[in-house]
């Protein structure tokens, strides 16, 4: 991905230009399971009754509507830097209760210690700077807020090889025939290889103040969910 412009920009203009099949194409390559780690990431989020939760990089809302649904009386808002991607999110059914906003990760528009939680799934890994997306994350969370992060990464142990390969192989061709844009599954299968173990993660965390930092594996290891608590 390289014409000169930033990660940002390059990223931006990815998402601008997938969301009719993004929804779609996440059903088919986690088999059905990413509506399921969604909800798990809502459930881990612990919004206390009138609370707040921020879902950055909400993309078409997954998070966020499970969210709102999981706390109905709590203050929802999801954000991402792509408003093709938002378009999509304020469509969908539920989403009267969720606030929608044109955000960037990297400077977030909220005020110290506002939100009870923040998620994300799959942000990480498309910036450029991880550790000062997360420190935003800290200085928007309410003391003892919990951050649930859902990401990508690559697989390990015996499985990594032919997971590796099949990640490798599938991926770009499921982008190609379902979503006709081998280009941008292409990107989501270099990434994910390329990206982060969730120790290492959890490590930045640990650096930023997070505390109660933990993990698990899914899919074969190649995805993540990371928690963890401002004191
Ligand atoms: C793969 S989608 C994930 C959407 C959703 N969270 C999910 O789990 O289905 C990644 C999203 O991150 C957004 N994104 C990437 N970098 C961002 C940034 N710096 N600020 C805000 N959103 C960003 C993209 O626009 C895109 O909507």
Redesign the pocket.
């Known amino acids: 991905m390289t014409d000169g412009s930033s990660k ?1 920009e390059e ?2 203009r990815l ?1 601008d230009t997938v969301p009719e099949y ?2 779609r194409m ?1 059903r088919i390559m986690t088999l059905g399971r ?1 509506a399921a780690w ?1 909800r798990d990431v809502a459930r881990r989020a612990q919004v206390p009754a009138g609370g707040s939760l921020l ?9 966020a509507l499970e969210a709102a649904r999981r706390y109905p009386g709590a203050t929802i808002h999801g ?4 408003e093709g ?1 938002l378009a999509g999110a304020r469509t969908k059914p539920g989403a009267e209760a969720v606030t929608w906003q044109f ?4 400077d977030l528009p909220f005020a110290d210690g506002t939100f009870d939680a923040v998620t ?4 990480l890994r ?2 450029e700077d991880a550790e000062r ?1 997360l420190a935003e994350q800290f200085r928007v969370l309410a003391p003892g807020g919990r951050l649930v992060i ?1 990401e990508t990464c690559p697989p390990r142990g015996l499985l990594r090889r032919p997971v590796a390969l099949g990640v490798k192989v599938v991926v770009p061709l499921l982008g190609q025939v379902v979503a006709h844009d081998r280009r941008s599954y292409t990107y989501l299968e270099e990434s994910t290889l390329g990206f982060m173990s969730p120790e290492q993660v959890a490590e930045i965390l640990g650096r930023l103040g997070f505390v109660d930092v933990a993990w698990d594996r899914r899919f074969l290891g190649t995805h993540m969910i990371v928690t963890a608590t401002k004191p």
């Not at 955000?103 to 990297?106: E, K, L, R, V, Y």
């Open positions: 940002g990223i931006q998402f993004y929804d996440n990413h969604c879902d950055i990089a909400t993309g078409t809302g997954v998070i954000v991402d830097f792509s991607m955000a960037d990760a990297n994300h799934g799959y942000l498309n910036v997306v859902l």
